[in-house]
């Protein structure tokens, strides 16, 4: 009893704390993955696109598992009846811009709703609420540079665009494709974006063989000496995740959790561990016994595993249980946000995967050392167990 109480406490301990930093790690990710709209990102410099070439070559990076390209601009002329003068288009194809805004949890969407643009018909779009209500169902004008205008109708409408992260202007998507080929004005992308473990030495090594600086305007002043033009911007969720984490603050907390959660279950395994030792001479004149009956050293160890290890499940399981229910019964309170480097909602979720994890390995400690110890006893000598005047 006294053991499987101590294991109990151990993992109850181990997974609450493993479930924590389970949490700050997915929620740094996310917060990244919104700061740069997606895994690895990659943006033209003004009045600059992004070449054939990058796009061609980035998408079969190692790590890569989707890749899409893209076009946006922040000031394109709205109608009158929108209620507003300005609004950020985006067009993109549908699918990949699908599996992006899915992967990063902004802007999801059906790539369906963009499907089935007729030549000469309106192009379907996705638009924000506040353009959805003003525009209705009718056909509307865009203007996009150079002057192009064609006529979109509303399909759907989205809560935000992984390509702003922080955009405030209406939002309007368009499908690339044939759209693409009645508007000229974006032939060519100017943003490319993935998702996957993408390797931001790689990514910029070849942002920097593909992609050139924009050449300045004709008649513009040459740069003062020692300010370059300004290039491409590449961002990765990776390096964006890294950054939180170095924080000083940020860094500090969750060393200083870690060492808590480490010592707390530490305390609990060291209970195991001398309830174990306690136990230990008794269980060594048990197996001395046995071996004067026949029972041979490894049927001895095997002996004592079946007695330890179902206790051992059982404590680990229970163990499973609190832990999972102290998450749920505490997490709403729990804030990771100092934790985190960055603002998150409150509220901690719990998760299966770390707490099984922290009970597997408590479990298998403690199975090995009572393996380990059943070992040294069963050597030792069985007239020494076995002494005479033994009160044991």
Known sequence: MPVRAALLLAVTTAGFGATVLDAVDHSRLRVARLAVGGDAAVAAPVRGTLPEAFTRAAAGLPGVRTATALWTDDDIALPAAAGRDRATVVVADPAGYAELARTVGRGRFDPALLAGAEPGAPVPALVSADLAGSLGPAAFPLRLAGGTEFLATVAGVVDGTPARPNATKALIVLPAGPTALRVPAVGRPNRWYA?????????????????????????????????????????????????????????????????????????????????????????????????????????????????????????????????????????????????????????????????????????ALVSAFVLAEAAVSGRRQITTELRAGDSR
Do not use: N, W, Y
Not at 218 to 226: Q, T, Y
Not at 244 to 268: E, K
Not at 288 to 299: D, F
């Open 195 to 363: 998702t996957g473990s993408v390797e931001d030495d790689r990514l910029r090594a070849l942002v920097r063989d593909t992609v050139a600086p924009p050449e300045p305007p004709a008649g513009a002043r040459p740069a003062p000496a020692g300010r370059a033009q300004a290039g491409p911007t590449v961002l990765t969720s990776a390096a964006m995740t890294a950054k939180l984490g170095a924080d000083p603050l940020q860094h500090s907390a969750g060393r200083l959790f870690q060492a808590s959660v480490a010592g707390a279950a530490g305390l609990a395994l060291l209970a195991v561990l001398l309830t174990l030792v306690r136990a230990a001479p008794e269980r060594g004149a048990l197996l001395a016994r046995l071996r004067t009956m026949g029972l041979r050293p490894r049927q001895g160890l095997a002996l004592i595993l079946a007695e330890t290890l179902p206790q051992t499940l059982v404590a680990s399981a229970g163990g499973m249980l609190l832990a999972l229910a102290a998450v749920a019964l505490l997490g709403p309170a729990v804030d990771l946000t100092s934790l985190v480097g960055a603002a998150v909602p409150a509220g901690l979720r719990p998760a299966a995967l770390p707490v099984l994890t922290q009970a597997l390995g408590l479990a």
